[in-house]
């Protein structure tokens, strides 16, 4: 049997990490842990090994870009996404060259969500 699906969400707002959280909880077979910044990011996942990365562009000790080349360092291959209330067509260029597999913009639709945990699902680990 497989193991749940593993994601962070990496967010400085409380309500953004509740809301997302419930989501993928509510997709079945996920497993989602949350971080208010970069250090405590580090600090999970020295511990707990995710298979997606969720970031948000501005958090209070780092941005996105900075958090996701340090998180590489210890996950080379989880998939990351770029999450922004900023304009995607703005950033997305940027996101892409830092490495991140896809932008969203803020508030996250829960579809945009789900559909991003089935294709990672139908990936082989």
């Given at each position: 049997?497989?193991?749940?699906?593993?994601?962070?969400?990496?967010?400085?707002?409380?309500?953004?990490?509740?809301?997302?959280?419930?989501?993928?909880?509510g997709a079945g077979?996920?497993?989602?842990?949350?971080?208010?910044?970069?250090?405590?990011?580090?600090?999970?996942?020295?511990?707990?090994?995710?298979?997606?990365?969720?970031?948000?562009?501005?958090?209070?000790?780092?941005?996105?870009?900075?958090l996701l080349r340090?998180?590489?360092?210890?996950?080379?291959?989880?998939?990351?996404?770029?999450?922004?209330?900023?304009?995607?067509?703005?950033?997305e260029a940027p996101?892409?060259?830092?490495?991140?597999?896809?932008?969203?913009?803020?508030?996250?639709?829960?579809?945009?969500?789900?559909?991003?945990?089935?294709?990672?699902?139908?990936?082989?680990?």
């Amino acid at each position: 049997m497989r193991a749940a699906m593993r994601v962070l969400y990496i967010d400085d707002d409380r309500v953004n990490s509740l809301i997302f959280a419930e989501v993928c909880r509510g997709a079945g077979g996920v497993e989602v842990e949350t971080a208010e910044d970069g250090a405590e990011a580090l600090e999970l996942v020295a511990q707990w090994t995710p298979d997606l990365l969720v970031i948000d562009l501005h958090l209070p000790d780092t941005d996105g870009y900075a958090l996701l080349r340090t998180l590489r360092e210890r996950l080379p291959g989880a998939p990351a996404v770029l999450c922004t209330a900023e304009d995607t067509p703005r950033v997305e260029a940027p996101a892409r060259a830092a490495g991140f597999d896809a932008c969203w913009t803020k508030p996250v639709s829960a579809s945009q969500v789900l559909a991003q945990l089935d294709r990672l699902r139908a990936e082989p680990r």
